[in-house]
């Protein structure tokens, strides 16, 4: 097991990566705030890992909120089951909250935790590759609207991450190409060392190596976690893990929820800012190339759906958590390993992006 630490002062918190991490009762005894425990899973997750979870947790008085699966079900209305749940078995201010699957799940039990009683302890317990290195990680949480993804939600850290890899061993190969998106983001952001090893390495965490997908999943939560512990509410830098995800939420969004998996689109997203920072002359044609690449490897698709225009691409970029004061800010690339974020950019430059698919 590899541990490592989200510096964050009084509320830091630990991410632990092995196998065999979820039936552990050791794992979570120190995070456990009192003795009434609400597993929230889904209807995917519950039959392979609820189980396993509620032996580990004998102790405890536990009950479950199971929802639908789906980024589609990341609505107020099935968000609000989780608080029929909790009050219905008469749960106190002292009770914790356990994340038990993906991203959805993590977000959700995450902004029930902030909320429920104006904030209870939680656990994530992430069994996906997306979770594992990115959502369940700096304590982003929420719900979407329909006229924009993540657009209701607090910041609210997690006590722990117990991140068990043998789950993947359960995900389809579909879900483990979009957890990939998030682990190639960190490359081209952040460490162009690690996109090198990525480039030479990919059949191998592909193939679920245990090697390939532990070193994925720790330096992608290294670097996730020294960027939150510099910027804990997206003040700055922090911004910089949104690369290919403004372009990516207008794609989930524009297609209905649940259509794209979130990786997908954010791989695509990725390839155009890519292609913006291209033509602001940051990225050479090469560079353009090594990135649609990579993320072709990965099992990725690399171009926009046809069904979202240009018009409606902007439409959509318009509602995003990083415009302020009305201008559009975007996640680009100075350079493969170097994210920047700009609103300084020619909007016909932006324009040419979205119409370069033909749309």
């Known amino acids: 097991m590899k541990t490592l630490t989200v510096a964050l002062g009084a509320r830091a918190y630990p991410i632990q990566i092995g196998t065999g991490l979820l039936s552990d009762p050791e794992r979570y005894r120190p995070y456990l705030q009192g003795a009434q425990v609400m597993i929230v899973t889904n209807e995917t997750v519950a039959p392979l890992y609820l189980e396993r979870l509620r032996q580990a947790l004998t102790e405890y008085q536990v009950r479950e909120a199971i929802l639908p699966d789906g980024e589609q079900y990341k609505t107020l209305d099935v968000w609000n089951r989780i608080f029929d749940a909790l009050l219905d078995a008469r749960f106190g201010r002292d009770c914790t909250l356990i994340a038990l699957g993906g991203g959805v799940v993590g977000d959700m039990a995450g902004f029930a935790a ?146 794209w998996l979130h990786g997908e689109a954010v791989a695509v997203g990725m390839c155009m800012a890519a292609d913006l920072s291209a033509r602001l002359g940051w990225l050479s044609d090469t560079d353009l190339e090594r990135v649609r690449r ?66």
Request: charged share 20%; net charge negative; with cysteine.
């Open 294 to 359: 990579l993320v072709a490897s990965a099992g990725l698709p690399v171009d926009p759906p046809p069904e979202v225009s240009a018009e409606r691409f902007l439409e959509l970029m318009a509602v995003d958590k990083k415009v302020l004061n009305g201008q559009l800010r975007l996640v680009l690339l100075r350079q493969l390993g170097e994210g920047a974020v700009t609103g300084d950019f020619d909007p016909d430059v932006l324009s040419a992006t979205l119409h370069a698919w033909g749309h």
């Open 114 to 259: 902030a909320c429920y009683q104006r904030g209870v302890a939680f656990i994530q317990v992430p069994t996906t590759l997306l979770a594992q290195v990115d959502s369940s990680v700096g304590g982003k949480t929420g719900i979407n609207h329909p006229a924009g993804k993540n657009m209701i939600g607090a910041f609210y850290q997690p006590r722990a991450v117990i991140a068990d890899t043998a789950t993947l061993e359960t995900l389809p190969q579909r879900e483990l190409s979009a957890g990939l998106a998030e682990v190639i983001k960190y490359g081209f952001i952040r460490d162009a060392a690690f996109l090198d090893w990525l480039e030479a390495h990919l059949s191998e965490v592909l193939a679920r190596e245990p090697d390939a997908l532990s070193h994925v999943i720790q330096r992608s939560c290294e670097i996730k976690a020294e960027i939150v512990a510099a910027d804990e509410l997206e003040a700055g830098q922090r911004a910089l893990l949104n690369f290919g995800h403004t372009f990516g939420h207008a794609i989930e969004t524009g297609m209905g929820y649940g259509q």
